[in-house]
Nanobody, 115 residues
Framework: QVQFVESGGGLVQPGGSLRLSCTAP????????IAWYRQAPGKQRGWVAK???????QYTDSVKGRFTISRDNAKNTAYLQMNNLAPEDTAVYYC?????????WGQGTRVTVSS
């Protein structure tokens, strides 16, 4: 079973920043669009940022201007720089490809934004 491995979450105050990282096996990471997804309590999981192999990038409106996605194909790693965090960003954050593959989901990394 292939899985992404996410890290970098934590507790942060509103307005703060975090940088998330995720890795996957080279044969997966190097052939696909990578996305960061999140699942807030009581809500469905959805992507918030995605980056193609050519580094074309899209964000959902809820994070545009605050989050920055990037990828380092040599390290099989994607990043999500999150600035000006708000309580509504509280969620478990995951990486997966686009479209997502059920067997690729990892454990995620929890982000809690609270004062």
């Amino acid at each position: 079973q292939v899985q992404f491995v996410e890290s970098g979450g934590g507790l942060v105050q509103p307005g703060g920043s975090l940088r998330l990282s995720c890795t996957a096996p080279r044969n997966i990471f190097g052939m696909n669009t990578i996305a960061w997804y999140r699942q807030a309590p009581g809500k469905q999981r959805g992507w918030v940022a995605k980056i193609t192999l050519a580094e074309n990038i899209q964000y959902t409106d809820s994070v545009k201007g605050r989050f920055t996605i990037s990828r380092d194909n040599a390290k099989n790693t994607a990043y999500l720089q999150m600035n000006n965090l708000a309580p509504e960003d509280t969620a478990v954050y995951y990486c997966n490809v686009i479209p997502s593959r059920e067997n690729f989901w990892g454990q995620g990394t929890r982000v809690t934004v609270s004062s």
